[in-house]
């Protein structure tokens, strides 16, 4: 099927984004009235967004005639993977505590810890662990002793890459069971916003750990991770839908002491400023999940044009179903003048480890090995924003991808 102009498809994929979101927090009676290329779309934005496994078991209505069966097999394949996840979990703790290393199971193997999913619900793309960098070389032993090892054209500053010797990908886009399992190993736990690191591992690293697979220290230490991560995601538009709902579950759970020491975090790096616009989103689409007095206190953290940006922020605005690149990504995260211009200048002339990051992503990435724009010079790239916009190459890759899938 021949896509629609790009303007058309962009506003396709908002309306589709959105109806889903609005459809994982307060469930609807009512099937959407959309054309048989938006059901077909509909399948690249849960995929893009982690969703299709919980729209199974969330959506009240059925939808078309093969609607519905996408749904239950995405989560039949969902289910199958996280029980080799498991499995795989498993060995990983003994073989740990055979060889003395600490590590923490983060984010999906976390929540699914906590019981706030069960197979079938969270797809996971990897397996994350942090741990301590005097036991990084002994735990790269042990997931190498698994029959992992480093992949270092997969690597970048936040973690190293770990991939099975036999690699299949029976999917490219959505769940599959089969496919391959990686782990990523942390030595810390920080995101760039938008041009300096923000360290958070000290309140994510247990201060007692023991041999083997450890949980997060609080249920503050997770959502700090989840939302430092979250606004990462937010500030280069690669937000799942899946953070939100994971943030949603894990502020549930929370007590007022908690909310306060969450406020109470980082004072050394100007308090948890970075916690306001995932907080909003979540409480756009959550409305019960964020208590109304925890936002004020955020608020009183946040400079005010990120607090202005992230007021009129949807989802659909900053993750992959906005389809357009932007010139400066991360632009409106800056915390002063200089910085803002230093975002600029950084775009303008990229400095050699981004360089590096590109042309390992045109190795290591489908979406980008396909694309054209991947190839381009930085001049290309200026000129080609300056005449018109130009769409990313992911999400065109995972719209492309369906509806090959379907012909």
């Not at 994982?24 to 099937?31: D, Y």
């Not at 197979?119 to 002994?138: C, F, Q, S, Y």
């Not at 999400?395 to 492309?400: C, E, P, Q, Y």
Request: glycine residues 4%; contains cysteine.
């Amino acid at each position: 099927m021949k896509l629609p102009p790009l303007p058309v498809l962009h506003g396709k994929l908002r309306t589709i984004t959105e109806r889903f979101a609005s459809e994982l927090a307060q469930p609807s009676a009512v099937a959407p009235d959309w054309s048989g290329f938006e059901w077909q779309l509909a399948r690249a934005v849960a995929a893009m967004h982690g969703v299709s496994p919980l729209l199974a078991t969330h959506l009240k209505w059925e939808g078309p005639p093969d609607w519905k069966p996408f749904l239950d097999s995405q989560r039949a394949h969902v289910t199958v993977r996280q029980h080799r996840i498991e499995a795989l979990l498993t060995l990983l703790d003994a073989r740990a505590r055979e060889e003395q290393v600490a590590l923490v199971g983060l984010k999906g193997t976390a929540l699914h810890g906590l019981g706030l999913y069960r197979a079938g619900d969270r797809p996971m793309a990897d397996i994350d662990l942090l741990v301590h960098p005097d036991e990084a070389a002994r735990a790269c032993e042990v997931l190498e002793s698994l029959g992992f090892s480093d992949a270092p054209a997969s690597a970048n500053w936040k973690h190293k890459v770990f991939m099975p010797k036999v690699r299949d990908v029976p999917a490219q886009l959505g769940e599959h069971g089969q496919n391959y399992l990686k782990f990523e190993l942390h030595e810390r736990i920080a995101e760039i916003l938008p041009l300096r690191p923000l360290d958070v591992t000290a309140s994510i690293y247990p201060r007692r750990p023991h041999p083997g697979l450890n949980a997060y220290p609080s249920r503050v230490a997770l959502l700090i991770h989840l939302l430092i991560h979250a606004s990462s995601c937010m500030a280069y538009r690669a937000l799942r839908l899946l953070h939100l709902h994971d943030i949603a579950l894990v502020a549930g759970r929370m007590a007022p002491a908690d909310w306060q020491e969450l406020l109470a975090h980082g004072p050394d790096t100007g308090g948890p400023w970075w916690a306001l616009p995932p907080l909003l989103l979540t409480a756009r689409y959550y409305p019960k999940a964020i208590p109304a007095v925890v936002l004020p206190g955020v608020q009183d953290y946040c400079q005010w044009n990120l607090r202005r940006l992230a007021r009129r922020q949807t989802l659909s605005d900053v993750s992959m179903s906005y389809l357009w690149i932007e010139a400066f990504p991360g632009i409106g995260w800056s915390r002063s003048l200089s910085e803002m211009l230093e975002c600029v200048r950084s775009r303008v002339r990229p400095n050699a480890d981004t360089r590096r990051l590109r042309q390992s992503q045109t190795q290591t990435e489908v979406a980008a090995s396909h694309s054209d724009w991947s190839r381009l010079s930085q001049r290309q790239r200026i000129l080609r924003w300056v005449v018109s916009k130009q769409p990313r190459p992911d999400t065109l890759h995972a719209v492309r991808t369906i509806l090959a899938e379907l012909r």
